[in-house]
């Protein structure tokens, strides 16, 4: 393992005004997506509209890091035969995979789930890097419910989380460690922040168990943030400053960055948290973002399936990006938004 060029990757994911894109949907995840506009999720489908993303010149040149790719994809080549992995190689930004294979019940925790995927994972990780995957993804889930999230859980999560991590880094690749918090139930801020806190202890502690460098990965974490179903939201403030200070309490400064997941906040939400905790700085470590829907749902509807949508899926996902992007340096207004529309 070179820790110095891990360093290098983990660095520039995180580099200030730019974020991470995460369009590693699974097959039934995209499906789902596609639904929602209309479009069957066939591969052809599934290549042109994200192909239409990485030939987005503004957006991918300027403000995005990386992009986080599904096993299907970093295969895939554009229409014109060049491989998606190379676009995104020309356009500045790193390209990455997503190597968990989903989640499975996790025996004896009614409710709960273990993310699954180890065996093998070696093996793939040197093809995914012999086709340019500098950096891997790996998404554990955690409920907020009744009794629950049992330590069991947490902790069969955190283990599996740095095994990824670790054989990542013998690898090569810079793993991004992402343990999800959902913000599903009724739950308040103080509860996800408890829960939080926890599950990245947890992590932390297994991390170094498992003799992860700290120095060659990102982490991918949820905010601290009020359930979907809570009577009271948190305001904008009141995330900014209980996630910043959970991350204080939890992170440790040796990690090079740490980008959100957005995990179901609206599109204007996810950018006003990230731009809010810039203004609590100095921070740390690089902060910024690793969406998936709040950066994709805009282009998605724009597009709609239609060749002729193209451009217009293009500029979507450039105002988005260029919206995160400001928000990644504390600059972003919601006045820009008003302006674009
Ligand atoms: C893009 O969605 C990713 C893959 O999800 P599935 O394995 O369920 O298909 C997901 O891991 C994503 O990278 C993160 O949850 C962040 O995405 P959001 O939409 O929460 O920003």
Redesign the pocket.
């Known amino acids: 393992m070179n820790l110095t060029e891990l360093n290098v990757v983990a660095t520039a994911m995180v580099a200030s005004g730019k974020g991470i894109l995460?369009?590693?949907?699974?097959s039934?995840?995209?499906k789902k997506r596609f639904d929602a506009i209309g479009v069957e999720s066939t591969e052809a489908n599934r290549r042109d509209y994200r192909e239409m993303l990485f030939r987005s010149r503004e957006a991918m040149s300027q403000y995005i890091s990386g992009v986080?790719l599904?096993d299907e994809t970093i295969w895939q080549n554009a229409a014109d035969g060049t491989p998606l992995v190379k676009l995104i190689e020309q356009s500045g930004a790193i390209p990455g995979i997503?190597v968990?294979e989903?989640t499975q019940g996790l025996p004896m925790c009614p409710g709960e789930l273990v993310t699954v995927g180890l065996d093998k994972l070696a093996e793939r990780l040197r093809k995914y890097y012999e086709r340019g995957a500098r950096f891997a993804?790996w998404?554990a889930v955690i409920d907020i419910g009744s009794g629950i999230p049992s330590m069991t859980a947490i902790s069969v999560n955190a283990h599996a989380l740095a095994r990824y991590a670790a054989l990542c880094q013998a690898a090569q690749i810079v793993p991004i460690v992402?343990p999800?918090v959902l913000m599903d139930g009724d739950h308040d801020i103080d509860r996800c922040h408890e829960v939080t806190s926890r599950v990245l202890n947890k992590t932390f502690q297994e991390l170094r168990v498992q003799r992860v460098a700290l120095e060659g990965m990102v982490l991918?974490p949820n905010m601290a943030i009020s359930g979907k179903k809570c009577a009271r939201q948190a305001s904008v403030e009141e995330v900014a400053e209980k996630t910043i200070r959970l991350l204080k309490a939890c992170v440790p400064a040796a990690v090079p960055g740490i980008a959100?997941?957005?995990?179901?906040q609206s599109d204007e939400e996810?950018t006003a948290h990230l731009n809010a905790m810039h203004k609590l700085g100095p921070l740390p470590w690089g902060l910024t973002f690793?969406?998936?829907?709040?950066?994709?749902a805009a282009p998605q509807k724009a597009w709609s399936g239609r060749p002729e949508n193209v451009t217009a899926g293009q500029n979507a996902f450039s105002h988005r990006a260029r919206m995160n992007g400001l928000a990644s340096r504390g600059e972003w207004q919601s006045s820009l938004e008003k302006k674009a529309a």
């Open positions: 995460a369009a590693d949907e699974s039934g995840t995209i986080i599904y997503k968990d989903g993804k998404r992402e999800e991918k959100f997941l957005s995990g179901g996810a690793s969406y998936g829907r709040a950066l994709q």
